[in-house]
């Protein structure tokens, strides 16, 4: 089966290397010429797990390439994957023009039958404009192609090992054959235990919104939580440990903290959010959501504040910078929204992250970005721990007080123990739990 994927972002490129693994010929496609001969030479653009690997694998293999030129390769492909991004509007909105652009081409220089795959995140109904715009686009052959929704549900930082061993594949068709050719692309997963799910497109395109927006809640309920127990004097970790041991709950996406980022996430949420509104519907609980989640960023700068008084003249280290660990992404990232927020507060603030220095530092140019998590605590009168990497936790705290102005730690993770932090002789707040003072 021959494969072209449109758009080679975190979710494009994904899906060519592991579509290529699994021994498709897959061609990825990209108007940024430049990524295109960066990635025919081997580079990966961005720093995920395995994705270098892989893409040296399959270039090695001779069944992955990256072409800037569309009418090369799409006449020749039974599935086209539309992986373009979909950014949010002013409104919240997604803006979809990427996806019509995509659908244009695809009208344009398809050949045969050709299904085509919706992988970006998309606004149900979304499937019905791309088929319009393809028999607009193609009125010669329009009925040989077909539009599918297949989501993804890739986490970053682990989005290779979920492509290739996805907990679920969704496929929302109308086509009898589209789903015949998309059972028979996932095969290879299927066999190995991968539950296929089909569903009709709409459905397909909001059961990802709702898996999104239904962790996120789960976070933020975490977080509000997080912020009656610390008035209550109870403690968010073991309530989150009692709720998670009731299996129609689950422990998983209940850690509080500085609440969740990223590039899905808080875009999804607003997007489902007016999704709703303009088919009629207030879902104000989304709303609410994203309020708790800006509520905890506000709470880590008040124990901050709390700590040091006045904000001026004072240096805070900010470890983890990167919207959470395993990933050099900063997009939406809780680390730097904080960051930013104690430079307006009149902090210098020096961050380190291992990972997301240089994109950090593009983001909020105002932050100091040191090499290492000494040197950035060193002289600092308070450190933020505000991306849980593993490497923190191993940080000797002997050298950490030794390095610093004042032993004051705000962990903005939870990856510190109280008691160990009072017996090292630190002021400490976690999040959500008793504060050492
Ligand atoms: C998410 C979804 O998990 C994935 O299925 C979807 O396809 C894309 O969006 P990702 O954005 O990579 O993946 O990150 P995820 O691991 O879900 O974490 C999102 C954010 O929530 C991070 O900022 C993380 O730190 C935060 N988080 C997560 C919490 O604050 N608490 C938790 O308990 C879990």
């Known amino acids: 089966m021959r494969i072209c994927v449109i ?31 960066q990635l025919t030479r081997g580079v990966s653009p961005f720093f995920e797990p395995g994705v270098q690997e892989y893409l040296t694998k399959g270039l090695a293999a001779g069944n992955l390439r990256f072409s800037a030129q569309p009418e090369e390769c799409i006449p020749d492909a039974d599935v086209v994957f539309v992986c373009v991004g979909t950014p949010a509007r002013a409104t919240g909105e997604a803006n979809l023009i990427a996806v019509e652009q995509a659908a244009t081409v695809v009208a344009k220089h398809a050949s045969g039958r050709t299904v085509v795959v919706e992988k970006s995140t998309v606004p149900a109904g979304t499937s019905a404009r791309v088929k319009r715009t393809l028999q607009r686009e193609c009125t010669d052959q329009a009925e040989e192609l077909e539009v599918v929704s297949n989501p993804e549900f890739l986490r970053e930082g682990m989005a290779v090992e979920d492509s290739l061993h996805p907990d679920r594949i969704l496929i929302g068709a109308e086509a009898e054959w589209a789903f015949e050719v998309m059972r028979e692309l996932y095969r290879p997963l299927t066999d190995q235990g991968s539950p296929l799910i089909e569903t009709n497109i709409a459905t397909a395109e909001l059961a990802k919104h709702a898996c999104n927006a239904f962790l996120a809640l789960k976070i933020s309920y975490a977080n509000a939580l997080a912020r009656i127990c610390e008035r209550a004097g109870a403690d968010v970790v073991s309530v989150a440990d009692v709720m998670g041991s009731d299996p129609r709950i689950g422990r998983a996406f209940l850690n509080a903290g500085l609440g969740y980022g990223g590039y899905c996430f808080p875009k999804d949420l607003v997007a489902f959010e007016r999704l709703a509104a303009r088919s009629g519907y207030n879902f104000g609980l989304l709303h609410e959501v994203a309020a708790i989640n800006e509520q905890a960023i506000e709470a880590a700068v008040d124990k901050v504040k709390d700590a040091l008084w006045n904000l001026e003249d004072k240096k805070i280290a900010v470890l983890g910078l990167s919207f959470k660990p395993g990933t050099d992404d900063v997009r939406f990232s809780p680390a730097l929204a904080l960051a930013a927020r104690l430079i307006e507060e009149g902090a210098r603030v020096v961050g380190y992250d291992p990972e997301a220095s240089t994109g950090a530092k593009a983001e909020v140019p105002e932050i100091e970005i040191a090499p290492d998590a000494y040197e950035a605590l060193s002289g600092a009168h308070c450190a933020v721990v505000a991306t849980e990497w593993g490497e923190f936790a191993q940080l000797d705290l002997e050298r950490v007080k030794s390095e610093m102005a004042y032993p004051v730690v705000v962990d903005g993770r939870n990856v510190f123990d109280p008691q160990v932090m009072r017996a090292a002789g630190f002021v400490y707040y976690p999040a959500g739990r008793q504060p050492v003072l």
Not at 20 to 35: F, P, Q, T
């Open 7 to 37: 758009g080679t972002g975190h979710v494009g490129l994904i899906t060519c290397v592991s579509l290529a693994e699994l021994g498709y010929e897959v061609v990825g496609i990209d108007s940024d010429e430049e990524k295109m001969e």
